[in-house]
């Protein structure tokens, strides 16, 4: 078992599945973070480009995939789905049969995830 979760992106058929930290607690943190390099509105560039920090964040060791939702186990008995829009906004919610798991503190997640993916998307002059 894990800690699954799909994003799907709005109006797309298209998702990110996450076998661990599929938590509001974790995806919270990663979508707030991914706003604050600026990756929002930009279709496909900001779906790999949250997959990638995703991905940086846990060093690989988490199970990811990306493809369209009717390949992605979306009814997974553990967070379900997270519908998010353009602007990386959590809009809706999908297969939730739990309360959201809150073990983990916003603020320190937000500083792991960007001690993990600064140097991919900060430069010295500018966000990339």
Same mark, same amino acid.
């Given at each position: 078992?894990?800690?699954?979760?799909?994003?799907?992106?709005?109006?797309?058929?298209?998702?990110? $599945?996450?076998?661990?930290?599929?938590?509001?607690?974790?995806?919270?943190?990663?979508?707030?973070?991914?706003?604050?390099?600026?990756?929002?509105?930009?279709?496909?560039?900001?779906?790999?480009?949250?997959?990638?920090?995703?991905?940086?964040?846990?060093?690989? !060791?988490?199970?990811?995939?990306?493809?369209?939702?009717?390949?992605?186990?979306?009814?997974?008995?553990?967070?379900?789905? $997270?519908?998010?829009?353009?602007?990386?906004?959590?809009?809706?919610? !999908?297969?939730?049969? $739990?309360?959201?798991?809150?073990? +983990?503190?916003? +603020?320190?997640?937000?500083?792991?995830?960007?001690?993990?993916?600064?140097?991919?998307?900060?430069?010295?002059?500018?966000?990339?």
């Amino acid at each position: 078992m894990g800690n699954r979760a799909v994003i799907e992106f709005e109006n797309t058929n298209m998702g990110i $599945y996450l076998h661990w930290n599929g938590g509001r607690d974790s995806i919270e943190p990663l979508l707030h973070v991914a706003k604050e390099y600026g990756i929002v509105g930009n279709g496909d560039y900001s779906q790999a480009r949250l997959t990638q920090i995703i991905c940086n964040t846990f060093d690989g !060791k988490l199970g990811v995939g990306i493809d369209t939702l009717d390949n992605l186990d979306c009814d997974n008995f553990d967070n379900g789905v $997270y519908v998010i829009d353009s602007r990386l906004n959590i809009v809706g919610r !999908k297969f939730t049969r $739990y309360p959201e798991q809150n073990e +983990h503190d916003f +603020h320190g997640m937000v500083e792991f995830i960007k001690e993990r993916n600064d140097r991919f998307f900060i430069t010295s002059d500018s966000r990339v």
